[in-house]
């Protein structure tokens, strides 16, 4: 499959409470008749994360969209359609256009823990260290690790975790499809389902989320990620087959 995200921002003066109304009632509809889209999934983003849980601090984004299609061509003739232009003229309605760019990207989904999708989900947006970022080689290592190392060797070990997906971008994603020209602000996320809030705490008090969090400081901006960009988040699946456990 091929997966994009769009990272968004609601407008300067919308509450959370409209932006969100919005978005699954109009926004989402227009997006679900664009007919190569096979699955759409709405991320709104609830409460702020801090290293060990949740926080009363301020989001750095609202939510976010990912949509997953057959194909690279697929996703490309999706941008020519009626039901495209649709769901581009509402986006102006609701969202800060400009906080797009750099914001949006193609990804390489990996699986670290197949489980359920349970109705506690959090995700942490995740940019490298500005050194890892300047190097090439150092950013394809990042990827690598970031895998077999932070997910595999590490995130496996925590308990509560029903479902671990790792998000990494490989191309930003401009109006027209991937474009190089744009500078990327981040170079992933990682999303966790839970199957209710206690198996949530129990993993945030583990220690061995500790030595995941310890092992992060290896790779990640941690200064980023836990400053507004990492959040619970309420899911509404507006197109596919996938089902949510029941809360």
């Known amino acids: 499959m091929y997966k994009v995200v769009w990272f968004a921002r609601f407008l300067d003066g919308m509450t959370r409470e409209e932006g969100r ?3 699954r009632e109009i926004h989402g509809p227009l997006g679900r008749a664009v007919p190569q889209i096979e699955t759409y999934v709405q991320s709104h983003a609830t409460q702020a994360l801090g290293a060990v849980g949740t926080t009363d ?9 990912c949509c997953w299609y057959e194909d690279e061509r697929a996703f490309l003739e999706s941008l020519a359609t009626p039901e495209w232009a649709g769901i581009s003229a509402d986006g102006p309605n609701l969202f800060d256009m400009d906080w797009f760019w750099g914001m949006s990207a193609i990804l390489d989904e990996r699986t670290i823990v197949d489980g359920g999708y349970g109705p506690v989900k959090a995700v942490w947006v995740c940019r490298f260290k500005d050194e890892i970022r300047r190097d090439p080689a150092r950013t ?3 990827h690598e690790r970031w895998v077999e190392i932070h997910g595999n060797r590490f995130g496996r070990e925590v308990p509560g975790i029903g479902r671990y997906v790792q998000n990494h971008c490989v191309a930003p994603l401009g109006a027209e499809g991937a474009d190089e020209s744009i500078d990327l602000l981040f170079d992933g996320f ?4 839970f199957e209710d809030r206690a198996a949530f705490e129990l993993a945030m ?3 061995e989320w ?10 990640f901006d941690v200064g980023y990620i836990l400053g507004g960009m990492s959040a619970i988040v309420e899911e ?12």
């Open 21 to 23: 109304r919005h978005w």
């Open 57 to 65: 601090g301020p989001l750095g984004f609202d939510g976010y969209s």
């Open 140 to 142: 394809r290592e990042a």
């Open 190 to 193: 990682s999303e966790c389902w």
């Open 205 to 207: 008090a583990s220690p």
């Open 210 to 219: 500790l030595a995941m969090n310890e092992d992060a400081e290896h790779l």
């Open 236 to 247: 509404n699946v507006v197109k596919g087959g996938r089902e949510l456990a029941a809360a």
